[in-house]
């Protein structure tokens, strides 16, 4: 395995961050998103968003990033959940590795430290919602011992995706079997 860090995500992460997640979806997602949506993401516009998000000393989200060999090789975000009315459940938003740190037990890792960090944040419960499609990563999500809860639709720049949602009842238990 690769030498990796898992480290909270610093302003000047941004284009990395932005370079990790579009070509993470560029990498993952062939013949799970269209390839119009794909064609149409823009690093240099995401970069400005993710800097004004870390920019925003209101925000709450939690942001990380990966290095591997010095390389950011894979970025995660995580916050309140954003549909729950219990202000005790979290939510991973994001979480992405470049093909090259796949499989290297990075991504639980990952998932780990968010869920170490909601749970130092007061949240008890889990949650995240990924396309129904994304075969691996739910295979991932299960193995992590996440309970599939519902179906619903991903909205992103006008294509409406089918996705579903997971849930980690107590985080506690997640860190215990996986950290
Ligand atoms: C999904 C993702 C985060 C998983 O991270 P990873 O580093 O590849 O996974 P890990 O190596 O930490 O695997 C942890 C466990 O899950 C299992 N696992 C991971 N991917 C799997 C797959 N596709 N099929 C079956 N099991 C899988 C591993 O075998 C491992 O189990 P083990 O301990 O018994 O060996 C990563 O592959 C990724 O970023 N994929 C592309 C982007 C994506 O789809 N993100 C999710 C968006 S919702």
Redesign the pocket.
């Known amino acids: 395995m690769e030498f990796f860090t898992v480290r909270r995500a610093k302003l000047k992460d941004a284009a990395d961050i932005a370079r990790v997640r579009i070509t993470?979806w560029r990498q993952?997602y062939g013949g799970i998103v269209p390839d119009e949506l794909l064609k149409k993401l823009n690093i240099e516009a995401d970069k400005l968003r993710v800097e004004a998000a870390l920019a925003d000393a209101a925000s709450k989200t939690l942001r990380f990033v990966v290095e591997t060999d010095g390389k950011i090789t894979?970025m995660g975000a995580c916050g309140r959940a954003r549909e729950a009315a219990d202000d005790k459940r979290g939510e991973i938003y994001a979480?992405?590795?470049l093909d090259e740190?796949?499989?290297?037990?990075?991504?639980?890792?990952l998932m780990c430290e968010m869920a170490e960090q909601l749970a130092a944040n007061g949240y008890t419960s889990l949650q995240?919602n990924?396309?129904e499609r994304?075969a691996?990563?739910r295979?991932?999500y299960e193995?992590?011992g996440g309970k599939l809860v519902k179906t619903g639709v991903f909205k992103y720049d006008g294509f409406e995706l089918p996705d579903v949602t997971y849930v980690w009842e107590d985080i506690g238990r997640l860190l215990k079997a996986h950290a």
Do not use: W
């Open positions: 993470a993952s894979g979480i992405y590795l740190a796949k499989g290297q037990g990075i991504g639980r890792n995240l990924v396309l994304n691996p990563a295979r991932f193995k992590l």
